[in-house]
């Protein structure tokens, strides 16, 4: 009797196609039992597959504008930690000047310009804060440190009080020196730049900064026996400092809070995201989703099924010329 049979070739090739459906199976399966996504899209949605094209565009958009709002978001943290701590160096210096000038008392004089000495040093430190490897004070200049230190600034400013001729001098000196573009301030004492292309961007040399620092920096050479001039001009040089000082904070304060309203911004915008990206995220779902607990018992089918068919491919491969023909 003759048996219509196959040759044993097209059985092994007819099961090693096999095998290779069920991996590949076995693979999307297992993808879509733990991202809970289909893997085939195109063969899920047909021809809906444009509209889940959409979405997922649309949730790429919300989640690199989220991006961008939380990189401004710590940008914007870290410039008010470091005003922050400018305003609370200064806090109290220019109340303690002219109580002192007031009451003629040179000892507490000497002691505020002291402080005034450690306090330019915090500040121009607190300016000099960093994220990432932008110096945030910097202007566009981000990669360039700020200030390397008081000692040349406090050099400069003795330098002009050894020159001014009265107090009216000085203080035509001191204004070129902090306020011009060329000034000594700008040119020689600030490593950034004065203008940001970072519309969130402050930079060290901002008015308010500048007030701030120069009703510092001469309060802080104003010891006694020092470069300043004794006697009634004196009296005028640190009185219009220490009133600077007190501007240059409120100016700071000011600043600090138009940061504030910009951080406030953003803290909407970001819950605005929240809120379109849970949406978007939903329909997409709908479209793409894929139940994992399915997912999961299909999986262990299929693993059964790839097991039972390399336990197959085994026995033929291994099957005789006699085995064959009984």
């Known amino acids: 009797m003759i048996r219509n049979t196959l ?35 195109t063969q899920h949605l047909s021809g809906r597959i444009g509209s889940a094209m959409l979405s997922q565009k ?9 991006g961008l709002l939380q990189l401004r978001e710590s940008r914007l943290d870290i410039a008010q930690q470091g005003l922050t701590r400018v305003a609370t160096s200064v806090s109290g210096l220019s109340a303690r000047m002219q109580s002192s000038i007031g009451a003629g008392n040179d000892q507490e004089q000497a002691a505020v310009a002291s402080d005034a000495g450690i306090a330019l040093d915090s500040v121009l430190s607190a300016l000099n804060v960093r994220h990432g490897e932008r110096y945030v004070f910097s202007g566009d200049a981000t990669s ?3 200030f ?57 040399v901002d008015p308010a ?8 920096a001469v309060m802080a050479i104003s010891e006694k026996g020092g470069s300043l001039p004794n006697g009634d001009a004196r009296t005028a040089i640190l009185d219009a400092a220490s009133i600077r000082l007190a501007s240059g904070e409120t100016s700071v304060t000011n600043l ?9 911004r953003i803290s909407d915008e970001q819950a605005s995201l929240a809120i379109e990206k849970t949406v978007l995220t939903e329909a997409f779902n709908q479209m793409a989703g894929r139940d994992q607990y399915e997912a999961a018992s299909e999986l262990q ?23 064959f023909l009984r």
Do not use: C, H
């Not at 290779?20 to 996504?37: C, P």
């Not at 900064?209 to 510092?216: D, N, R």
């Open 7 to 41: 040759p044993s070739s097209l059985i092994s090739a007819k099961l090693s196609q096999n095998v290779a459906d069920l991996r590949e199976q076995l693979k999307n399966t297992s993808q879509e039992a733990v991202t809970g996504r289909r893997a085939d899209l």
């Open 58 to 66: 649309a949730l790429n958009d919300v989640a690199s504008q989220a």
């Open 144 to 146: 360039t440190t700020p």
């Open 148 to 204: 390397a230190g008081s000692e040349q600034l406090l050099a400069d400013i003795r330098g002009i009080a050894s020159t001014a001729t009265d107090a009216a001098d000085f203080e035509a000196q001191i204004d070129t020196y902090f306020n011009s573009p060329t000034g000594g301030w700008q040119q020689g004492i600030f490593g950034g730049t004065a203008s940001t292309s970072d519309p969130d961007g402050v930079t060290a």
């Open 209 to 216: 900064i500048t007030q701030l620092v120069s009703g510092l």
């Open 256 to 264: 600090r809070a138009d940061l504030g309203v910009k951080q406030k």
């Open 301 to 323: 089918q299929l693993e059964s099924n790839l097991e039972a068919s390399y336990l197959l491919t085994a026995r033929l491969a291994n099957l005789s010329l006699l085995n």
